[in-house]
């Protein structure tokens, strides 16, 4: 059993009571939370404007005869992959999230590949966002073909280790296939040295709509920390840096393992809650925690206690609820109008086991009585 278990560190409403510990850091106030949730709808509303414009020039940062070249080398290459000849000198890794933007969906991303083959400290990456069932390119195309998006990115490679560039983009709901292109920079601008080294991966991606007036939240993310980075910059800034909300910085966590001496912490956006006519809301998050690989069979319990353990699960603990009120949100905040709830659990994994878990996160809207359920998977390993 955990004997401390760390409450709602990055949350904005009021804890119920319950016998659960209260949390050993300050909540963030009310009004501050509110204008940085405002701050990430405006953000995610200016790159969605740039993904919905169907033409993009994929050239920006590329405005010479050798930028030139590198640019159409990106462009042949996702062509070619569109057309079942993809280059494959080294293994590409994709991860994603979901946020809501202010006409469609952000997706923050995370590519990942060994630094080992490139010799060089840069490169260049193109993503495209392409509607599935859009017939490849033809010969006769170039770098102004239309995408809901299709933008080039110098990247930074670094002295040694993994390399894991984040960058975001908005596009409408729907069913895509997004392909990302890297390949390094060429040494030598004539040529000379040898071909450069370039892959191509193609990531399926159903885009999920958050627009259609239920209950829905944000992709759940495991954070290493979050960071204040100081006032938001341009809404251009968020393609870049997609997990800069207002004034504060999300650093997901590399994977799902943590030492024993680490904290976990989870972070989520709530969306579409139901507020009556006097601007009256009222959203409740419960967090409980299962490990799996149980010995023994899960202690019998009731509904009223906490949900059933599944197979294989045994039965933890739970954590303090989270409660969205409006006398615990402030005057500024106002659901109605799109601002999203900003809930998560920060928990210290001093007195956890190794093993695996799950943490089972419930978000019940108590005036419609609508319901949704969330898990996180997470292993702790040694300290």
């Known amino acids: 059993m955990i004997e401390r278990t760390y409450a709602a560190r990055f ?5 119920e009571p319950s016998a659960a ?26 790159a969605q404007a740039r993904g919905e414009a169907g033409h993009q020039d994929v050239t920006p940062v590329v405005d010479d005869e050798v930028g030139r070249r590198e640019a159409a080398a990106l462009v042949g290459l996702v062509d070619a992959a569109m057309n079942g000849r993809s280059a494959s000198d080294f293994p590409i890794a994709w991860r994603n999230d979901f946020f809501k933007a202010q006409t ?27 509607r599935r069932g859009v017939p490849a390119p033809g010969g006769g195309r170039s770098v102004t073909e239309r995408y809901p998006f299709d933008l080039i990115f110098p990247v930074e490679l ?21 392909y990302v292109a890297l390949r390094e920079r060429m040494a030598n601008p004539e040529g000379a040295g040898g071909r450069p080294r370039a892959s191509v991966l193609r990531q399926p991606l159903s885009v999920p709509d958050f627009w259609s007036g239920a209950l829905a939240t944000s992709t759940v993310m495991l954070a290493d920390r979050i ?21 504060n910085e999300i650093h997901l966590a590399p994977d799902a393992s943590f030492r024993r001496d680490r904290e976990l912490i989870v972070v989520f956006l709530i969306y579409n809650p139901t507020v009556s006519a006097n601007r009256d809301f009222d959203v409740q998050v419960d967090y409980h925690l299962f490990r799996s690989g149980a010995q023994e ?7 009223s206690e906490h949900p059933p353990a599944r197979a294989g699960e045994q039965y933890v ?10 006398a615990g949100m402030g005057a500024q905040f106002d659901p109605g109008a799109g601002q999203p709830m900003l809930a998560g ?7 956890f086991q190794e093993g695996e878990y799950r943490l089972g996160i419930t978000v019940t809207d108590l005036l419609s009585r609508q319901t949704l359920s969330r898990d996180v998977t997470f292993r702790v390993a040694g300290s």
């Open 11 to 15: 949350m904005c409403g009021s804890p």
């Open 21 to 46: 510990p209260r949390p050993r850091t300050p909540r963030w106030p009310s009004a501050a939370t509110a204008m940085l949730m405002v701050c990430i709808t405006v953000q995610a509303a200016g």
């Open 104 to 130: 469609g969906t952000f997706v923050p991303f995370t590519v990942s590949v060994d630094r080992a083959p490139f010799t060089g400290s840069g490169a260049w990456m193109y993503v495209r966002a392409v």
């Open 158 to 178: 670094g002295a040694a280790g993994p390399v894991r560039i984040t960058r975001g983009f908005a596009v409408p709901p729907g069913d895509y296939d997004i």
């Open 227 to 247: 960071e204040a980075v100081g006032p938001p910059g341009a809404p251009e800034d968020l393609l870049e840096r997609p997990y800069r909300i207002g004034e």
């Open 297 to 303: 069979p899960a202690a019998a319990a009731t509904v």
């Open 317 to 326: 603990t739970r954590t303090t609820p989270q409660r969205f009120r409006p």
């Open 345 to 351: 659990q920060g928990i210290l994994l001093s007195s």
